[in-house]
């Protein structure tokens, strides 16, 4: 991979972004190899949490340059153009979104900036951590356009909306020691290995865990975030019904009595009609 390092510390998953020259800007290889790195770790399911983490001076500085002078410089005079602009622009969220529907939680370490698109990125992870020096900020105005991959829709999902739109409306830069008191960020830390080392530790974490279950609980959490609560409730009904399993429970009980790890089956690979 050209953008990404992938690791695996036990059934952790660990995505680093790889591109320190260039601010881990996001390419057209960079919008590929997630895509696909993504889609195996769902589709595989021996991974029961990923981390994702950078090099260099950024997080991310965003979308690369390149990209705005290619694919997004699109026909803007006609309707069939500016439609066009909506399918690619579908396309390119349903990437981000990946994060979201992955059978697994996802962790963000971020250093130093999380601009533009990154912050499109880790908004769609379940955790956030920080170093002390890291910031975000919503690029795109500053740029002439509104951030259109999933910032303005899922931000105000996690801080108040008077911030949200303080930082839309003026490409202003958000510290670390702000969004930590805001909840975008779970915790902040000195330096960066000290930030990795803890997301790993979450991480490894999880994944002690009965991997149904996390699924289960990721699955009630989002649903429960866009709907009402009795429809929620509902969902969850249908949702315990779905995963429970005595044997699960068992194996949890009898290992915390006797402290030690339980020992649970993986999340099953999955098939796809696509493949042969």
Request: hydrophobic share 45%; charged share 20%.
């Amino acid at each position: 991979m050209q953008c990404f390092a992938l690791a695996r510390h036990g059934a952790v998953a660990h995505l680093v972004l790889n591109r320190p020259d260039a601010l881990n800007t996001m390419n057209s290889a960079f919008w590929r190899e997630l895509d696909d790195v993504l889609t195996q770790l769902h589709r595989d399911g021996t991974a029961r949490a990923l981390v994702m983490s950078s090099t260099g001076k950024h997080f991310s500085a965003g979308m690369a340059l390149a990209v705005f002078a290619g694919a997004i410089s699109m026909d803007d005079s006609t309707a069939q153009g500016r439609a066009a602009i909506f399918d690619v622009l579908t396309d390119v969220q349903a990437t981000f979104s990946k994060l979201e529907s992955l059978r697994i939680p996802v962790i963000a370490a971020i250093h130093g900036g999380c601009i533009g698109g990154a912050v499109d990125m880790v908004t769609a992870c379940c955790i956030r951590y920080a170093t002390a020096d890291a910031f975000f900020c919503i690029q795109e105005i500053n740029i002439g356009m509104v951030a259109d991959v999933g910032t303005l829709q899922r931000l105000p999902k996690l801080i108040p909306l008077g911030v949200v739109k303080e930082l839309a409306y003026t490409g202003r830069r958000l510290p670390a020691a702000k969004a930590l008191g805001y909840g975008l960020v779970n915790e902040v830390f000195d330096t960066q290995d000290a930030m990795v080392a803890a997301a790993l530790q979450c991480a490894s974490e999880i994944a002690t865990k009965p991997p149904v279950a996390i699924w289960g609980t990721k699955q009630v959490i989002h649903y429960t975030r866009d709907h009402p609560v009795d429809d929620a409730l509902k969902q969850m009904g249908w949702i315990q019904g779905a995963i429970w399993s005595n044997e699960n429970v068992r194996e949890a009980v009898a290992a915390m009595k006797e402290k030690r790890a339980g020992a649970y089956p993986d999340l099953p690979a999955l098939t796809s009609f696509r493949q042969p």
